[in-house]
């Protein structure tokens, strides 16, 4: 029990990193948000998901885990589109 103990401690600590790094990366999308609303340009760009699918499945050493990869980062993009929109919304109603 002690090995599954010490196994749960290293995911919690995994977990603690993600989160972290999720923090930072949704900061970004609301900076991409701006940037966008600034300049007009719309929140889906398919060629920048597809290009972030790709380097990313290609970081993979392991390719067991490139379909959940694949789903786990179209996932964080739908998140980030609806952070984008959502930052969109507020913008347009301030105005």
């Known amino acids: 029990m002690d090995e599954l103990k010490r196994i ?5 600590e995994i977990d603690k990193e993600l989160v972290h790094l999720f923090e ?18 719309p929140i889906i760009s398919s060629s920048r998901e597809e290009k ?16 959940p990869l694949e789903e786990f980062f179209i996932s964080l ?6 952070i984008q929109r959502e930052f969109y919304r507020e913008k347009h109603d301030e105005m």
């Open 8 to 12: 749960r401690e290293e995911i919690d």
């Open 77 to 82: 993009m739908n998140i980030s589109k609806n």
């Open 24 to 41: 930072v990366r949704m900061e970004k999308v609301v900076l991409v948000a701006e940037y966008k609303a600034k300049n007009k340009l």
């Open 52 to 67: 972030v699918l790709q380097k990313n499945v290609a970081y993979l050493k392991n390719n067991t885990f490139k379909k």
